[in-house]
């Protein structure tokens, strides 16, 4: 993603991590050595007034002020001595003080060492950085007049305070660099924690635009994003019952505004269709009952094949009539069609199931095949297994030869189709437009044979047009297929 927050949420902490280390490496290097030199000058300053204390009060040549000075001396590294008129050392911090005598008397009276610069100048004592003309090293120095007319001499190498402020700069910078990393670590892990719910909210909201309500929202953070999370949920549940409501009131309105043209002309075919459907059992019932009523036989069994084939054509006639009444109510508008987000392979499955025993009967195998594990479509769902059911009992009726039934389920975009196979001889190509035509026969024998009205795919078609989804059948070498398809979103 170009422009994910996880990246620019890391970046952000990144940079400012890099920038705050940067920002004390450059005042530690630009400040760090002046802080150490004010420090080391007050450092001199205090030693200048415990000594000069010391001396004025004549305990600065006591054992108990010895030890004071050793520890002020070895704590901050200070060369010290103290003469009197005489050039005679009172106090030194070191066993060897003639050297720094010397240095003493000859900034009074000789020679001095090049002054760099002064950071102090008072009536009886300068402080500056001078470098030592033997040596070439550099030393802050603290010399004067004490109050008792006492000379005296303090030296502090710098060297060693730029060493250390160096030393600290290394440190600051080989900590910065470790701290980088650690926090580098922490902040990828913070931001995965962080965008985790928000890449889930993205991916939810992707699929509701396609307008797939399945994906919910199943955080355990219980902050703005959680809280974001549960109303993305209840959004989802509003608008599939919504875009459910308005699917049906579609599909009403677009049925109403077909009816009124469509119902005069299917009652003149009904009345035509019915008059010439059920004039062949009407005429064998009246036949065979006026046999009897004659006493054409006396036979008690041709009797009784003659109330055989009454009682067949009757019930015969009576699933007619049923199919008839339940094609008219589809195509004059007055049944409803509820639409509704259903799974579409259970509804196979379970159909499939309920005609096992008679597949078994005729030694048919089905095979089931689909696309995918679960598939969810928007239609009538008791209509749809209506169809699905006078596919599957035309596979039945007509399968021969390998005796196989492939029932299928093909997802693509946002339609699934559903298609019924059969072995056995395929449909003449001048029957394929009639089939749907209500009373249509291919073979009239054989579709008497199993009961047949001819009325079965013209429901199929009427279903499916209720929708305004397609349907269709195609020819093979080796049988015939029917399908049709619904929408998935």
Same mark, same amino acid.
């Not at 940079?15 to 760090?32: E, P």
């Not at 000058?41 to 004549?58: E, F, K, P």
């Not at 060492?113 to 004592?125: C, F, G, P």
């Given at each position: 993603?170009?422009?994910s ?15 705050t ?67 005679e ?13 010397k ?41 004067g ?49 962080? $965008? ?5 909210? $993205?991916?939810?909201?992707k ?77 064998l019932?009246?036949g ?19 109330c055989?084939?009454?009682?067949d ?7 007619m ?11 004059s508008?007055?049944? $409803?069609? $509820? ?42 769902e ?8 006078n ?6 009726n ?8 492939q029932?299928?389920l ?14 056995g ?22 579709t008497?044979?199993?009961?047949g009205?001819?009325v079965g ?6 279903i ?15 049988g ?10």
């Amino acid at each position: 993603m170009k422009y994910s927050i996880k990246k620019q949420f890391a970046m952000i902490f990144v940079l400012l991590m890099a920038g705050t280390i940067l920002l004390c490496w450059f005042i530690n290097t630009t400040f760090l050595g002046r802080f150490y030199i004010e420090k080391r000058r007050q450092v001199l300053l205090h030693a200048y007034d415990t000594i000069n204390a010391a001396a004025s009060d004549g305990s600065i040549i006591s054992e108990r002020f010895d030890i004071e000075l050793q520890k002020i001396c070895g704590k901050y590294n200070i060369n010290m001595v103290v003469i009197d008129a005489d050039s005679e050392t009172i106090k030194s911090s070191n066993n060897n003080p003639e050297m720094m005598t010397k240095q003493l008397l000859s900034k009074f009276f000789g020679k001095k060492n090049r002054t760099q610069s002064i950071l102090t100048e008072k009536e009886n004592y300068m402080i500056e950085i001078t470098t030592d003309h033997i040596t070439q090293t550099e030393y802050m120095e603290m010399w004067g007049i004490l109050d008792n007319g006492n000379l005296f001499l303090f030296r502090i190498p710098v060297e060693g305070i730029r060493d250390s402020a160096s030393i600290a700069n290394q440190f600051l910078a080989y900590g910065g660099i470790f701290a980088a990393l650690i926090g580098a670590i922490v902040i990828i892990y913070v931001s995965n924690k962080v $965008t985790e719910p928000i890449l889930q909210l $993205t991916e939810i909201s992707k699929k509701m635009t396609n307008l797939d309500f399945e994906a919910k929202y199943h955080g355990e953070v219980k902050n703005e994003v959680g809280l974001l999370g549960e109303h993305m949920n209840q959004m989802a549940e509003t608008l599939e019952k919504t875009i459910s409501q308005l699917k049906t009131a579609n599909i009403e309105l677009q049925n109403d505004i077909a009816q009124k043209d469509r119902v005069d002309a299917m009652r003149r075919e009904f009345i035509a269709n019915v008059s010439h459907e059920l004039k062949t059992p009407i005429a064998l019932i009246q036949g065979y009952a006026e046999g009897l009523q004659e006493g054409i036989s006396d036979d008690p069994e041709s009797k009784a094949f003659y109330c055989e084939v009454i009682i067949d054509e009757a019930n015969k006639m009576n699933n007619m009539v049923k199919k008839i009444m339940t094609l008219s109510s589809l195509e004059s508008g007055n049944d $409803t069609v $509820t639409m509704e987000r259903f799974c579409i392979t259970d509804l196979i499955r379970n159909t499939i199931q309920s005609v096992s025993i008679l597949t078994k009967q005729n030694g048919i195998q089905i095979k089931f095949s689909q696309s995918a594990d679960s598939v969810y479509a928007w239609a009538d769902e008791f209509k749809i297994e209506e169809v699905f059911r006078n596919y599957l009992s035309n596979a039945i009726n007509h399968c021969s030869g390998d005796k196989i039934i492939q029932v299928k389920l093909v997802t693509h975009d946002t339609k699934v189709r559903v298609s019924v196979f059969n072995t056995g001889e395929p449909i003449q190509v001048t029957s394929i437009e009639h089939l749907w035509e209500k009373f249509y026969k291919v073979d009239k024998a054989r579709t008497r044979e199993y009961g047949g009205s001819g009325v079965g795919l013209s429901i199929v078609k009427a279903i499916m047009e209720s929708m305004n989804q397609g349907y269709g059948v195609i020819n093979y070498e080796n049988g015939v297929e029917f399908w049709f398809e619904l929408d998935t979103k």
